[in-house]
């Protein structure tokens, strides 16, 4: 990377090794149906359809991302002060300015979202701009930033596509081709084990396989995020108190305005979840307490200590 945020070895080793269980996990499947088809062709063509899908995703990232949270570009003389500070942000990290978008909803979250730093977009929401100080929100914005020069953004897009698109690959050879599996026989094949059964185990075994893959680089990539965007404005602090803030108040939120906006889980800056349970033992981001926990030593490291004394001045927006 060229810009100036921390590098994270240990975030590029873990986005190389996703992408390579996943690609691999694919190549995988198709070379299996290949072998278990009497039409390889069409194994290929199911295989090519799955790509240019997720090649789709890809280029497109950053507006399905800000279509799914119904948000809207904004230009500078619409968010003056939300621009000034992303401007800022972007000359002190030497990144290239992303699409600036606001969606309009109460939940307090922003998230980063496109396949590179120079087609990249940050959103933010009504309810974070309400509720933030300048300061928290400039460090809620460090850290979206950083999310677009680690190019995380792009192989979280990426890897989601591909366990997406895996599934379809092996529903398609399910139920397409009028009896693409075992000749024409969907419901049995050569050794008598039902083909719906057989396709059954494989995609569990592709989701699980997807599902921890996905879920380690997430949570690993939003600590990077975290020191990255807190060494760039030299100010965990306020990083920190943002972070507390944004989980406590979506804790408030009401669950059916929760439920709305967890697809996009992945990519907020915290999870669309209150209150313990299962969703929290598959969490898309480590805990609060682990956040700052690292905050605290990024506060250490630049003699700035974590004292509980928060950034408390009013938002002025």
Known sequence: MSNRFVKDHGLTARMTLTMFVLGALFVAVVVGLMFAVQNAGLAMIIGVVGLGIAWFQYYNSDKIALKAMRARVVAPHEAPELHAMIDRLCAMGDLPKPTVAIAYTDMPNAFATGRSPQHAAVCVTTGILDRLTLEELEGVLAHELSHVAHRDVMVMTLASSAAIITGMVLRGAQYGGLG??????????????????????????????????????????????????????????????????????????????????????????????????????????????QRLEQLAKVATELGRPLDGGFPTRGPGH
């Open 180 to 289: 693409l599996l075992s000749g024409g026989r969907r419901d049995n094949n050569n050794n008598g084990l039902p083909i719906w059964l057989l396709v059954l185990l494989v995609s569990i075994v592709v989701y699980a396989v997807s599902f921890l893959a996905i879920k380690l680089l997430s949570r690993y990539r939003e600590l990077a995020a975290d020191r990255a965007g807190a060494y760039l404005t030299g100010n965990p602090s306020a990083l920190a108190s943002a972070l507390t803030k944004i989980t406590g108040q979506i804790a408030q939120i009401p669950q059916r305005d929760l439920r709305s906006s967890q697809p996009m889980n992945a990519f907020f800056i915290a999870p669309a979840v209150s209150g313990m349970s299962w969703r929290t033992l598959t969490a898309t981001h480590p805990t609060l307490e």
